[in-house]
């Protein structure tokens, strides 16, 4: 019965992994159709969410029955619930993801980006990457260096979206209104990308060190209130 | 042990209406605070959230006490399972309005909100403050035309984002980016508000009718792509 349980923990973990892989391919290839007007990858993303959606629920109704028939106690107990908790987080970044290939896709065969921005959304779309290949990996190896990584991200992506605000203001570009519109929603989605990425970091170290100090709620929220 | 259960149960069910009755005067207030800079109210919704926040930790500490001493299975196992996944939506809530208090202390003395918008914002504000009276009346008695109520209330927020959008195109006012900025980051955390309303009252329809026909994980995401 154990043996069976600790498959069905390992099982859940190599869902986690592998729905963390889809999200990070999911935010590069959202970012290259944002910045190429890549119609046909736009349109991939968007499609691809639903294989994410359904990795989540295949995944908490997994959580549920190891719930309901090994009652779980103690360190194996938190792991489910974490499990469910995590998984809710990457599901949301498939579709901060996919929203991102929206916008890309409403704009075509225009790019969404104004020129003098092009830099900062190639690097938030690297940050963001990043962020979600190492968030993969450290569910994979729990080696909580990558926690670390993850959090360096994060801010990167919060000063980021600081950028983009003060270049909105200051753009000698004339952006239009339509363009100040989608900067501002990229760089929130970006931005809360990070976040869920940095909530699933702080749950990993969670579990490895038993130690919740610096880890409450504010995981969940908004890390970097950049219209604060 | 099966009466403190439901006692145990029963108070998990309070704590979500009260957590509900919370978000619901904090967006009402959030929402005045915008429309009339008033800074002493944006600074109380601020404060409040961690309130909230304080809220959320103990519920799901009771959550998971609850699974590790009662091991439920079957419906009580879904219903605590549940109450921990809608005190993260609701949590999620008060975060919003936190977002709408900054943007309105962000700006004082002067108001965020363009003269021309001012009309959009009251109907914003307004259905998102009764989409979160609603749902603390359906957890209290799970009457499922509140539900309904919901929905309807999270369409209207959808339909005024869109109008967000249109008037910061369309505005001939001259909104300056500034102004942009901040309407598209309210009209989002509004929409979102409403969005986090109907997957709480997805999900307390499917404790009711045990029916999981219309939720999916959509339940959590946006369910208006306004900018889609």
Redesign the interface.
Same mark, same amino acid.
């Given at each position: 019965m154990r043996d069976l349980f600790t498959r069905e923990l390992d099982q859940v973990g190599e869902d986690l992994v592998s729905m963390a892989d889809h999200v990070a391919t999911a935010i590069e290839n959202a970012t290259i159709a944002l910045r190429t007007a890549d119609l046909a990858l736009a349109e991939a993303v968007i499609d691809g969410d639903n294989d994410i959606?359904d990795m %989540?629920?295949v995944l908490d109704q997994r959580c +549920?029955d190891l !719930?309901?028939r090994q009652?779980p +106690?103690?360190g194996d $107990?938190?792991l489910v +619930?974490t499990a $469910?908790?995590m998984s809710?987080s990457i %599901?949301?970044m498939g579709?901060l993801a996919r929203?991102v290939a929206?916008?890309a896709r409403?704009r075509y065969p225009e790019g969404a980006v104004p020129a003098d921005l092009a830099e900062t959304f190639d690097r938030m779309g690297a940050a963001a990457t990043q962020a979600a290949r190492s968030m993969a990996e450290l569910l994979r190896t729990r080696d909580l260096e990558l926690a670390a990584q993850i959090e360096a991200a994060d801010d990167v992506l919060d000063d980021l979206q600081r950028d983009t605000?003060r270049m909105? $203001?200051t *753009?000698t570009d004339g !952006?239009g *209104?339509?363009a +100040?519109?989608?900067v501002? $929603?990229l760089g929130?989605f970006y931005e809360r990308f990070g976040d869920h990425a940095v909530s699933v970091a702080r749950r990993v170290t969670y579990l490895v060190t038993g130690d919740p100090a610096g880890f409450?709620? %504010?995981g #969940?929220?908004?890390t970097g209130?950049a #219209?604060?």
């Open positions: 959606d %989540e629920r +549920v !719930l309901a009652a +106690v103690a $107990l938190r +619930v $469910l908790r809710a %599901e949301r579709d929203h929206q916008i409403g605000f909105t $203001l *753009s !952006l *209104s339509q +100040v519109v989608d501002t $929603l929130r409450t709620t %504010e #969940y929220n908004d209130d #219209y604060r």
